[in-house]
């Protein structure tokens, strides 16, 4: 079905979406750069607490707020609900820069959690009723690829800004009081969102397509659960392979910089512009081209093409994975960060490419909230607290990282290809199905 709206239209909502979803994870990951000045800072925290604070305190609440969030977005207005979640999120992280302990910093990832869940279901919903079915896995690219924008901002800024901050006396600032580093950092890169909550309002939401007449109103929950189960080969396949990959992109993600400086002695600076800009690079790359392929192959009526280039990108990234963490030089790993970086940024776009092609509109938003509880969560959870866990108590040392990231490495790869190969044939019997709804309805 042909978009009524016009490209720059779209291209200018992408815009938008892509700078939220950047927004979203550098706020999210921003402590990951910050790990030792943080831990040293709030009384010797341990690798376990501090990943607890990373993980747990976000994907907790992120999860519980998703589902209604969700429903929500199937049936009201969604640049709403967006614009108001960056606000939320925003705030929660300049106030971050407040938190004195860890129950406090822990209760203020709790905040940016309820303000991210708004942004996933809704703006993936939004692009889909922006774009056509060919050109709409390149839209989930360009916006899939935020991920990799954010951290090699985090990194790029993050990683010599808090050298520079370490290296000065603490800062005071009006109604914050006197900061450590890394609380500065977080009360600066959450400032910013405010502002771009109200650029939201500069983008109209568009007429749904792709919807049942007789579920103008939305899907209630029972209805959902059905089409969820009608389906339930192809999406348990989707969900245990991105779990997995998910897993292990942001255990990557959030010790990359600790396994630099305690495998290899580089400082945060090096490591931090090293790293930034293969991600702002090479990550933009490998979703914006990951996008753009799986939509030429979709034109030519390949319509699994978003799990079949991801499983091509899988194969290629696990070996890579393994083999970085053992290397014995620092610039030999920096290296491998590029064909890594590339192939991790290929998934996520591609995964709700597919998810949202198998569904009707109004069930589109609470769709992508499901995968967002059941691989998103567990991720966010687990990823940065297995290799904490695996440094504490399996092998009983900090650096120690370098094999937990490769054990972790060969676990999740392995099992992440297997599904996503099993997942084609009932992919494939799940586009047929919803077409021929859509055709009846």
Known sequence: MQSPHSSRTQWYVVLLLTLAATL????????????GPIKRDLGGLTDTEISLIIGLAFSLVYTLATVPLARMADRANRRNIIAAGIFAW???TALAGKAD????????????GIGEATLGPASTSLLADYFDNARLPLAYGIVGAAPFIGTGLANIVGGPLIDWLEARPNFTLPLFGELYSWQMVLVCVGLPGILLAAVMFTIAEPARRGALKDAAAGFPLREVWRFVASRGKYLTYHFIAYLCLSIQGFAFLTWIVEFFVRKHQWTKTEIGLTYGVIALVVGVIGSVWAGFYAGRLIGRGGGDAPMRVTLWGTLVLGPVAVILPLLDSGIAAAVMLVPITFTMAMPPGLSNAALQAIAPNQMRGQLIALYLVCVSFLSYLFAPLIIGVMNDYVFGREDAIDLSLATLAVLNYSIAALCLALSLKPLRAALARIEIEQNLS
């Open 90 to 92: 925003s705030l929660a």
């Open 24 to 35: 979203s994870f550098i706020d999210r990951q921003i402590l990951n750069v910050m790990i």
């Open 101 to 112: 302990s860890f129950r406090n910093l822990f209760l203020a990832r709790m905040g940016v």
